[in-house]
């Protein structure tokens, strides 16, 4: 079995199955190489060969447990018919969206038919002891981008229009929900083995706004996920939201609970059912300074978690990690010691 999948079934691994988020980006020159021979990032995305490419590459260079979906969140809409660019150093750009816009999508799934090509590629090629994951971004995070129109530190013009316009933003989240619902259990038809949702944008909400935004509609995409007969285990990812966490994870029916860097891992297992599964939760600054800094936390999360517990960090890898220090984090979880530099 998987270690992954019996991870997330409930059972503690004396060695926990390790994978991180972005492992498979700017860090890594393989990725560079083959991220350079397309111009546009969607692009990119949308090219099965070399999307599968990139994702098995953090599985040649570390031999990770799981592998990751190379594709974006923000795949999704472009299939309501939005425009999405990335621009070097700016980021995600979108036509910010307007009130009448929300009832006039131009709603096309089947751009999305490259993403599970891509899947059927990987899963072709990798292990079959080794997990791949799927995902989509939150409703909500979804949403914060399609308003803005980029991304932006606090997300208040996203905010101010959830409370300024119930319907509008109901029936936005009702459209992401209904499009993030199909595409992940398209995915998991293709092959993935596990589904993330990357709630990124979950924090600062008032409890009342997370109940709204974040809890509601996940728990509308799972519940249409279950519905389809798609049985395999989802991650929740709602970054950094604080005690809102209690709730999400009581109501929202994932399967496991990843956690952002702030969370303190001997306390969250108080808060969630006794066998959930812990995911996280390195701070990515560490990783990137590395040394003893690295393998003080790295020992500190060893030895705080307790129960199930898949080792990843509380975001994602950034682009200028040194490829040793991953490894030594590997070799620290797996054999004990590792050489941090
Ligand atoms: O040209 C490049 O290489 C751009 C960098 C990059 C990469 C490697 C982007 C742009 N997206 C990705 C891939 C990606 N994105 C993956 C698959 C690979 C993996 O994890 O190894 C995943 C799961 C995502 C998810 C994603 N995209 C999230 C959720 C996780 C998170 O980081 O919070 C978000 C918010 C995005 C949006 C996004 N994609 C890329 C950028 C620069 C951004 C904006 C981030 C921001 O607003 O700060």
């Known amino acids: 079995m998987q270690k992954i999948i019996n991870v997330l079934s409930g059972n503690k691994e004396d060695i926990a199955p390790i994978w991180m988020m972005r492992q498979a980006g700017r860090h890594l020159p393989e990725y560079l190489e083959v991220r350079n021979t397309t111009n546009s ?26 592998a990751i979906l190379f594709a974006d969140i923000l795949l999704v809409p472009i299939a309501l018919g939005r ?7 700016i980021g995600p750009l979108l036509n910010p969206l307007s009130t009448k816009d929300i009832s006039n999508f131009q ?30 971004g939150g409703p909500w995070t979804v949403a914060t981008y399609m308003l803005e129109g ?12 959830a409370y300024e316009n119930e ?55 799972i519940k249409r996920i279950r519905d389809a007969g798609v049985n395999i285990p989802i991650i929740g990812f709602p970054k950094n939201c604080g005690l809102s966490i209690n709730e999400y994870v009581k109501s929202s029916g994932i399967t496991a609970i990843a956690v952002s860097t702030e969370t303190p891992l001997d306390q969250i297992r108080g808060l969630i059912p006794k066998n959930m599964a812990i995911q996280g939760n ?60």
């Open 41 to 66: 990032f969607i692009d990119f995305c949308f090219s099965p060969e070399k999307a599968a490419k990139v994702t098995l590459q953090p599985i040649h260079r570390y031999d990770m447990d799981a």
């Open 107 to 136: 709603i096309n799934t089947d751009v999305l038919k490259p993403v599970y090509e891509t899947v059927c590629k990987v899963r072709k090629e990798l292990d079959r002891n080794k997990s791949l994951i799927g995902f989509c």
């Open 282 to 341: 390195l701070d990515p600054l560490a990783l990137r300074i590395g040394g003893n800094t690295l393998k003080k936390q790295v020992q500190e999360i060893l030895d705080k978690v307790k129960g199930p517990h898949i080792f990843n960090l509380g975001h994602g890898v950034t682009p200028d990690v040194k490829i040793e220090n991953i490894k030594a984090v590997i070799n620290h979880i797996r054999k004990g010691e590792g050489n941090y530099v």
């Open 150 to 161: 980029k991304g932006t530190p606090n997300k208040e013009l996203a905010k101010k229009f």
């Open 83 to 89: 425009t999405v660019t990335f621009e070097k150093g």
């Open 167 to 221: 319907e509008a933003i109901n029936d936005l989240l009702d459209y992401l929900v209904a499009i993030s619902a199909e595409y992940l259990i398209k995915q998991a038809e293709a092959g993935v083995d596990v589904l993330q949702i990357f709630e990124s944008w979950a924090s600062d909400l008032s409890p009342y706004l997370f109940n709204k935004l974040v809890i509601v509609p996940t728990k509308k995409i």
